[in-house]
């Protein structure tokens, strides 16, 4: 069974970082692109970031653009996304999602599977 | 970046009803895009990709249909389990940009 468990939100102060991990079960994870989409409280959903399967390409939206990393550990099964300068406005659920499809030169660009998203509150 | 729209914003429907949603874009995205079901307090649920692929698993009543920049997601005969909220997403073009969602609820 494909699980995606996402962990490390929390109240963080406006300027402050925070590092969300997704642990991945139940499927060869490095063969996936992963992305992270977020969804601020009673809004809709916003695609944040992805990451190839082996690390090499990166994309971001632009609002995250310079603050935000994702990042990968295919050993450990583990997608993360590394939040610097965080503003009241990234206050969100944020979901880590699998790309539709294995082994994609591209990114496939739609998600198959979710996690239970984890909850980042920016606020003094 | 592609801008996504839908309509309506809310949908109020009976068990029973056909039940048609519109989303479009900006600009042409061919078939690449997704519909997705979300629920109060879970993660979205992917339905449809490609436009008009079926995700295995979903009943048949879900169907989408449309091309470039005009879309539907149809839900042929409405059951209790489909009040939710639906959002529309294009995957042409980074950045993957949703539709701001259209909410289906009980008439």
């Known amino acids: 069974e494909v699980q995606l468990v996402e962990s490390g939100g929390g109240l963080v102060q406006p300027g402050g970082s925070l590092r969300l991990s997704c642990a991945a079960s139940g499927f060869t994870f490095s063969s996936y692109w992963m992305s992270w989409v977020r969804q601020a409280p009673g809004k809709g959903l916003e695609w944040v970031a992805n990451i190839k399967q082996d690390g090499s390409e990166k994309y971001y939206v632009d609002s995250v653009k310079g603050r935000f990393t994702i990042s990968r550990d295919n050993a450990k099964n583990s997608l993360y996304l590394q939040m610097n300068s965080l503003r009241a406005e990234d206050t969100a659920v944020y979901y880590c999602?699998?790309?539709?499809?294995?082994?994609?030169?591209?990114?496939?660009?739609?998600?198959?599977?979710w996690g239970q998203g984890t909850l980042v509150t920016v606020s003094s | 970046d592609i801008q996504m729209t839908q309509s309506p914003s809310t949908l109020s429907a009976s068990v029973g009803d056909r039940v048609t949603i519109t989303c479009r874009a900006s600009?042409?995205?061919?078939?690449?895009l997704a519909w997705y079901q979300q629920k109060p307090g879970k993660a979205p649920k992917l339905l449809i990709y490609?436009?008009?692929s079926l995700e295995s698993g979903v009943p048949s009543r879900f169907s989408g249909s449309g091309s470039g920049t005009e879309f539907t997601l149809t839900i042929s005969s409405l059951q209790p389990d489909d009040f939710a909220t639906y959002y529309c997403q294009q995957y042409n073009s980074y950045e993957f940009t949703f539709g701001p969602g259209t909410k289906v609820d009980i008439k």
């Open positions: 490609k436009a008009s």
């Open positions: 600009q042409s995205i061919s078939s690449w």
């Open positions: 999602a699998r790309d539709r499809g294995a082994y994609f030169v591209a990114a496939a660009g739609n998600f198959d599977y």
